[in-house]
């Protein structure tokens, strides 16, 4: 028996909005998009995706599942989320080397620092 990962799905309000706004910040492709449900993927025939459908609900605690990206540069990366509407938060990390930040409907990702060798 084998398991592919095909997909996150994230709960959203407004899946069209929140899923136009990941598909701009990670460079991605849309390759589904309807009243309930707005998926995105790196490249149209590769996996995993992100798919947002609508719940009619807001989000009302700290997400049990959050992404993690690993970028080039993590200062650099962290203002040009901020500047594209992501915002920082403490939700009690600490001081750490990594920067926790939420998307405009507050769901936590995080910008991790430089891997190191």
């Known amino acids: 028996m084998a398991l592919e990962w095909e997909q996150v799905v994230v709960h ?3 899946p069209a909005a929140l899923g136009q706004w990941w598909a701009e910040a ?3 492709v849309v390759v589904h998009s309807s009243d309930d449900e707005f ?3 790196p490249e149209p025939d590769r996996l995993p995706g992100l798919d947002f459908v609508r719940l009619a609900e807001s989000k ?3 997400s049990r599942l ?3 990206f690993r970028p ?3 200062d650099a990366e962290v203002a040009r989320l901020e500047a594209h509407g992501a915002k920082r938060v403490d939700i009690g990390q600490g001081d750490q080397s990594w ?3 939420v998307d ?4 936590e990702f995080c910008v991790l620092g430089q891997r190191q060798p």
């Open 104 to 107: 405009p409907e507050g769901n």
């Open 60 to 62: 009302k605690a700290k």
């Open 72 to 74: 080039d540069d993590q």
């Open 12 to 14: 959203s309000e407004d």
């Open 66 to 68: 959050h992404l993690d």
């Open 39 to 41: 998926e995105i993927r």
């Open 26 to 28: 990670l460079g991605w």
């Open 99 to 101: 920067v926790v930040l």
